[in-house]
């Protein structure tokens, strides 16, 4: 997940609901990692640059795509966005779910599973290198298909903002709404590193797609949620955390034998670098 904070209503919003979970988190007493919490804010602040550059790389594939395609949905047509919006929660649960089962792809989305604890706070924790993670192919069809670029920024937008709000413990299920959206309750299992739960509920806005598609999985209450990445903890240094994955891969590929060794390290499942 990727959170855009440029408007300062909504960096107003994510500052006063991290504050209230916060209280509440203490209140209940759940604890709150402070040393993870200045870790991600130190990941947050190195996004800034490397968004930048990434945003460059990205920017450009979109409007060469935008170019190519033989027509453009009108912009102002609700069926534009709601096509658009399928359209998205589609390209986006493939992309998701190869960030996880692709171990280039992984090194980056790593970033973002790295912390201990679920909370708003942890959903900022992003990778430093989507541009080159080449996550971004995944909605290129989309643009060829007509896809104005700015409807695609705007229903990525949504959705991410969307997201921020699943990343927590303090909202429990949300009755029959569990069948259709995704909510706090399915994120929480897509964020545990326990074997049951491991590489589940892909999905953005909508679970429908996991469920679809065999990657489904509910809370059980005979399996406690454990958070972070499964064999190891990163630590709490920004620079650790964003790049450890990379290193461990690249290592990986470097000991692996012949070509074919080392693109299976590169292409293959992450599994292995997980345990």
């Given amino acids: 997940m990727e959170l855009p904070a440029r408007s300062p209503l909504w960096l107003a919003t994510i500052l006063l609901l991290v504050a209230v979970e916060l209280l509440w988190r203490l209140r209940t007493r759940r604890g709150y990692d402070g040393r993870a919490a200045m870790a991600t ?9 490397f968004g930048l550059l990434n945003g460059t790389i990205v920017g450009g594939v979109a409007s060469g795509a935008a170019l190519l395609a033989p027509v453009q949905w009108p912009i102002h047509s609700p069926w534009s966005w709601a096509g658009g919006f399928l359209l998205f929660e589609f390209s986006y649960y493939w992309f998701h779910r190869a960030s ?5 792809m992984w090194a980056t989305h ?31 069809p989309m643009l060829l298909m007509g896809c104005p670029p700015l409807m695609l920024a705007a229903l990525r937008a949504f959705d991410l903002r969307y997201q921020f709000l699943l990343h ?10 569990e069948w259709v959206l995704n909510t706090p309750a399915h994120h929480r299992v897509h964020h545990a590193s326990n074997p049951a739960y491991l590489d589940r509920n892909y999905g953005g806005v909508l679970i429908i797609f996991d469920r679809l598609f065999g990657t489904f999985a ?18 709490h240094n920004p620079l650790r955390i964003a790049f450890g994955q990379w290193g461990r891969m690249l290592r990986a590929a470097a000991r692996a034998r012949g070509l074919r060794g080392r693109l299976a390290v590169l292409a293959g499942p992450p599994a292995a670098e997980r345990e």
């Fill in 41 to 49: 804010l130190g990941l947050a602040l190195g996004n800034i640059p």
């Fill in 218 to 235: 509910a809370e059980r209450a005979d399996e406690p949620l454990r958070y972070g990445l499964a064999g190891h903890a990163p630590g």
């Fill in 100 to 104: 996880h089962r692709v171990g280039w």
């Fill in 168 to 177: 927590t413990e303090a909202i429990g299920r949300l009755g029959p709404l």
């Fill in 110 to 140: 790593s970033v973002h599973h790295s912390a201990g604890q679920l909370t708003l706070l942890a959903s900022l924790r992003l990778g430093w290198t989507n541009g080159i993670s080449l996550g971004w192919l995944f909605y290129v």
